[in-house]
């Protein structure tokens, strides 16, 4: 039996990584290709779909080239300007045309070499490959802390359950694609979430992420935190009812300071302070939950607008690529 394997890889402001991480990459690919795995049963063709997401520095030229040498092997998407991530990912689902679609970051942090093991699991009839970091060395100790408590928080209040440590590097077989090309269209994504939630017989690989092999990363800790929060709301609708058991917990509150003026005869509680710190309180509470009902309104918002997850400008089909769509 014959696959073809789609490598999908976001691409923004990578100029510098980006001929290693085809070199390396390509090197694997086409050992499996030649069947140099024995571990391996079927044949494997490859397609390596390059989705530059608006990048301003020379990434673009590079792609370029790497495509002007490799006709057959490389697709390059280019969107009119930066969508992020997630859209870059989409458009590559979107375009590839591989039976296993896998899904990598630019900058090699994401092991290559994982890539026979991922085939492997597919051949052992797994649909679902996600892989899960075990440790990220140029994260720093405060993302690592930050991003496990994440996974924690999500799982807790959402029905959904997220593997943690999963990250962008996830693979899925045409099936799985079909799902998520038709029936996930959110513009508020996060697509290592949906991968885990749509069934289908799912497997996980543990991996370290390694170092960026040029330039750095491009989430800081604002963008992160934005990132969480929409996670958060896509993924749970918990924070809408807060509102109701800080209701709950106010109405006890009054029932009790009644019954305690009741027993004291009248007497105020204890004056001023009181007063104060109660009603800041409350307003704190109060516009808390204002604030969270405008977060799920902008995502709203955003949903119903239904602008396009990404334009693009051009794209450049590998052969391979055309070659599986019209059989
Ligand atoms: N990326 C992208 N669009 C963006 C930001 C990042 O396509 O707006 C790509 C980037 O080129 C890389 C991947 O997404 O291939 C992950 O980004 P990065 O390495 O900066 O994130 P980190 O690994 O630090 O979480
Ligand atoms: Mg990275």
């Not at 980006?18 to 795995?37: C, N, P, S, V, W």
């Not at 608006?54 to 697709?75: C, F, I, P, W, Y």
Request: proline share 2%.
């Amino acid at each position: 039996m014959s696959e073809l394997i789609s490598l999908i890889v976001s691409v923004y402001n990578e100029e510098k990584g980006l001929r290693q991480f085809y070199d390396t990459t390509k090197r694997i690919l086409e050992d499996m290709r030649a069947g140099k795995y024995p571990a391996l049963k079927c044949t494997y063709d490859y397609e390596i779909c390059f989705v530059n997401d608006g990048s301003t520095d020379e990434s673009g030229r590079v792609l370029q080239e790497l495509k002007g040498a490799d006709q057959k092997h490389v697709t390059v998407v280019t969107f009119s300007k930066n969508f992020g991530h997630e859209a870059a990912m989409t458009a590559g689902l979107d375009y590839a045309s591989g039976n296993i679609l896998i899904f990598m970051d630019a900058d090699l942090q994401h092991p290559p070499e994982l890539i026979p093991e991922i085939a492997k699991r597919f051949e052992a009839g797994f649909e679902i490959v996600s892989m899960a970091r075990t440790k990220n060395e140029s994260a720093g100790s405060l993302k690592n802390l930050t991003s496990g408590l994440f996974y924690k928080f999500i799982n807790k209040i959402s029905d959904t359950q997220l593997i943690p440590g999963a990250s962008d590097f996830f693979a899925i077989n045409d099936k799985a694609a079909e799902v998520l090309k038709c029936n996930y269209r959110e513009k508020v994504r996060f697509m290592r979430g949906f991968v885990q939630n749509i069934g289908f017989n799912k497997t996980v690989i543990e991996y370290e992420a390694a170092e960026r092999v040029a330039g750095s990363s491009h989430y800081n800790m604002k963008k992160l935190l934005k990132l969480s929060v929409d996670t958060i709301i896509c993924f749970s609708d918990m924070p809408l009812k807060l509102g109701i058991y800080a209701g709950f917990a106010a109405g006890i509150m009054g029932v009790a300071l009644i019954i305690y003026t009741f027993f004291t005869r009248g007497g105020a509680p204890s004056g001023y302070a009181t007063i104060v710190i109660v009603l800041c309180f409350m307003s704190a509470v109060l516009f808390m939950l204002l604030g969270i009902i405008g977060e799920y309104m902008s995502i709203l918002f955003r949903e119903i607008k239904d602008k396009p997850i990404y334009i693009v400008r051009n794209v450049e089909a590998a052969e391979v690529n055309r070659e599986n769509r019209d059989t």
